[in-house]
C-alpha cells in the first residue's frame, strides 16, 4: 500500500438521521424533534446525531433509535419484541452545505413501528412530537404547530422525510413491510388501514381481503378473533414468511 498524508485530507463527520413512521389516529405521521441548540435552534428536525468513532452505522442508528424512541432495531431472525421496530438504511445525504457547522454526512435510516407513545425528547432536543406526513411535506416543506410560526424542518430534513415516505409507499407494494405498521397479531382490516395511511387512499374492503388472504405466505392465521375494532369477531393473523408479495399490491392512482 503506498503511503499517504492522511493531513492532505479535510475532516469532516458523519451522522445517522431517522425517519420514525408510524400510524396514529388512522394517519401516517413522522417522529420530529424540536432542537434546543444552535445550528437550527427551535426549529423542528429529524432524530439523529454523530457517529461515534467506534460504531457502525446500523449500530449508531440502534442507538439513536432507543434514545429517542425506547424502541429496539428488530432482528429479522428473531421472534418480533413488544417493542421492536423494523429499521434499514435508506440513503446517503452529503451535500458541501447541508450541515453549516462543518462538512457532516449523514446516512439515514427508516423505522417503522405499530401505533407508539407520546415521544420523549432526548439529546440535544428541546421536545419531540409526532406529526402527520402531510403537515411535514405539505406547504413547501414548512411546518409548525398551530401556536407558533411555520418554518422548514432543518437541514435537508424535508428532503429525507419525503425520501422515506416514498420508500415506505412504495415497498409495501410488493414486500411485506405493511406489518411492521400492525401489533404482533392484527385483523386484516388493520392491515387495510396502514395501507390507506401510508397511501393516502381509500381501498375497497373485499378487494383487500381477497389479494392479502389469497397471497401465499403474506398472512397466517393466529387462531383466534377480536373485536377490539369492533362489530363482529375479526379473525385475527400474524405476518407470514414471505418477503416478496407475488402479485404486487399495487398502489392505486390518485
Known amino acids: 500500500m503506498s503511503p499517504y498524508d492522511p493531513s ?45 468513532a467506534d460504531e457502525d452505522l446500523g449500530v449508531a442508528a440502534a442507538r439513536e433509535l432507543s434514545e429517542e424512541t425506547g424502541l429496539c432495531a428488530h432482528d429479522p431472525a428473531a421472534p418480533v419484541a413488544e417493542n421492536g421496530a423494523h429499521l434499514e438504511q435508506l440513503a446517503t445525504y452529503g451535500d458541501p452545505e ?15 413501528a405499530p401505533d407508539l407513545p407520546a415521544p420523549r425528547a432526548g439529546g440535544d432536543a428541546h421536545s419531540a412530537r409526532w406529526a402527520p406526513v402531510e403537515d411535514l411535506l405539505g406547504q413547501e416543506g414548512a411546518f409548525g404547530r398551530e401556536d407558533e410560526q411555520q418554518a422548514p424542518l432543518a437541514f435537508d430534513h424535508a428532503q429525507i422525510l419525503g425520501d422515506g415516505v416514498e420508500r415506505a409507499r ?30 393516502g387512499v381509500a381501498l ?49 392512482e390518485v
Open 8 to 52: 492532505a485530507f479535510p475532516p469532516f463527520a458523519v451522522t445517522v438521521d431517522l425517519v420514525v413512521l408510524t400510524v396514529r389516529r388512522h394517519a401516517l405521521c413522522a417522529l420530529v424533534v424540536r432542537r434546543g441548540e444552535q445550528p437550527f435552534q427551535g426549529r423542528w428536525a429529524l432524530p439523529g446525531g454523530f457517529v461515534k
Open 98 to 112: 447541508r450541515d453549516p457547522r462543518m462538512r457532516v454526512v449523514s446516512v439515514a435510516h427508516l423505522a417503522l
Open 170 to 199: 412504495s415497498k409495501i407494494e410488493y414486500s411485506s413491510l405493511a406489518t411492521a405498521f400492525c401489533p404482533p397479531e392484527f385483523t386484516v382490516g388493520e392491515l387495510r388501514r396502514v395501507y390507506e395511511a401510508v397511501w
Open 204 to 252: 375497497d374492503p373485499r378487494n383487500f381481503h381477497r389479494k392479502v388472504t389469497g397471497t401465499p405466505g403474506f398472512l397466517v392465521p393466529a387462531g383466534g378473533t377480536t373485536t377490539r375494532q369492533g362489530g363482529r369477531p375479526a379473525q385475527l393473523f400474524r405476518a407470514g414468511g414471505a418477503t416478496l408479495l407475488n402479485p404486487p399490491m399495487l398502489r392505486p
